[in-house]
């Protein structure tokens, strides 16, 4: 989350010191006309037709129209059906978020002690579920 900030420790630019990563070879991200981004990074790959604000979003992650993702680390192929919300949470690969879900703290600026939820890979959040603050959830298939 440090690279969000104005001078982040770490410079992706720096050319005499490469950062190697994965490529997944995707189209460029897609942002829709009524979607909103904020202090962000957005991958290749990434549909944004909702909110994300203060947030790091890796390749193929869709966050669809009303969805929201605030404070959090979503990774590859992850999606954020309608009218969800995320929250200061780390998302792991292959991860649904149903229709309506609450995933985290809700998006509340005066609170002072905000935990960490964390989603593990490829689970599945039920349409209208609620995931507290704090909380882990596993795929435990």
Not at 7 to 33: A, C, G, K, T
Not at 79 to 95: H, N, P, T, Y
Request: net charge negative.
């Amino acid at each position: 989350m440090e690279l969000l900030y104005d001078d982040p420790p770490i410079n992706l630019y720096d050319e005499p010191w490469r950062i190697f990563s994965r490529n997944p070879n995707d189209p460029p991200h897609l942002v829709d006309r009524d979607a909103r981004i904020v202090n962000s990074l957005v991958c290749e790959g990434c549909r944004i037709y909702g909110t994300v604000q203060n947030s790091i979003l890796s390749s193929g992650v869709v966050v669809e129209k009303g969805a929201a993702v605030y404070d959090s680390i979503i990774m590859a192929d992850t999606k954020v059906c309608a009218d969800a919300q995320v929250d200061m949470a780390i998302v792991d690969e292959d991860v649904t978020i149903g229709r309506g879900a609450a995933v985290g703290e809700a998006n509340d600026p005066h609170r002072q002690e905000k935990e960490i939820t964390v989603i593990g890979r490829g689970a599945w959040i039920a349409p209208g579920g609620i995931v507290p603050a704090g909380k882990e959830v596993r795929n435990d298939t």
